[in-house]
């Protein structure tokens, strides 16, 4: 045992003698082939280890449009019924599309020139790759796109169901507020009356 690893050492110090006995040229052409070769092998295995995804459509965020809006339909109800007089209020918001999500997205672009020499003279070829992918992190249900925003829906409209929208004062002041809050026109807002059970 002690034998064979006594032959590698001196093995490994014959590539070292060898390597630095070699001019300053051949040394860095050595070491930048050894780094063009790390390169190439760290690019492979993060690009192995996870699966080539496709850019996912933007427009995916339904969920999300779901769950951002009935958070809005619970603080907007909770504001409207501090309103005086509006009592039991409930809202309902729909959206004219869903939430649209920007990913943070990975550009790589390698560009290689040819240049022939002819006694004619020189021929150049340019040609240039470009690829793109979803950058992802690695979470506890595992890889999710990263966000970089999310760009909220434009309102289509709103209907206010309160116990007090019988008196007209109650029921402009649930008008005005709505209005305010989400930036909507009052033809987009319609308030009504809760049926008394």
Do not use: C, H, W
């Amino acid at each position: 045992m002690t034998q064979v690893s006594e032959e590698t050492q001196s093995k490994k110090q014959g590539i070292i003698a060898r390597f630095v006995k070699l001019d300053f040229k051949k040394k860095l052409q050595y070491l930048a082939i050894l780094l063009i070769v790390i390169v190439i092998l760290a690019i492979y295995f993060t690009s192995a280890g996870s699966p080539a995804a496709a850019p996912e459509p933007v427009s995916q965020a339904a969920p999300v449009a779901n769950t951002g809006s009935s958070s809005i339909e619970e603080k907007l109800q909770e504001t409207l019924s501090r309103i005086e007089g509006a009592g039991l209020v409930q809202v309902m918001i729909t959206y004219e599309s869903s939430a649209e999500i920007v990913p943070a997205i990975s550009v790589d672009t390698q560009t290689s020139t040819t240049t022939d020499e002819r006694e004619d003279g020189s021929s150049t070829t340019k040609s240039e790759n470009t690829q793109s992918e979803v950058v992802t992190v690695n979470g506890s249900d595992g890889n999710n796109a990263l966000v970089l925003k999310e760009n909220s829906p434009p309102v289509k409209g709103v209907i206010v169901v309160a116990e007090g929208a019988d008196d007209i004062g109650v029921k402009l002041n649930l008008l005005s507020a709505v209005e305010t809050i989400l930036n909507v026109s009052p033809d987009q807002v319609d308030v009504y009356k809760m049926e008394n059970e």
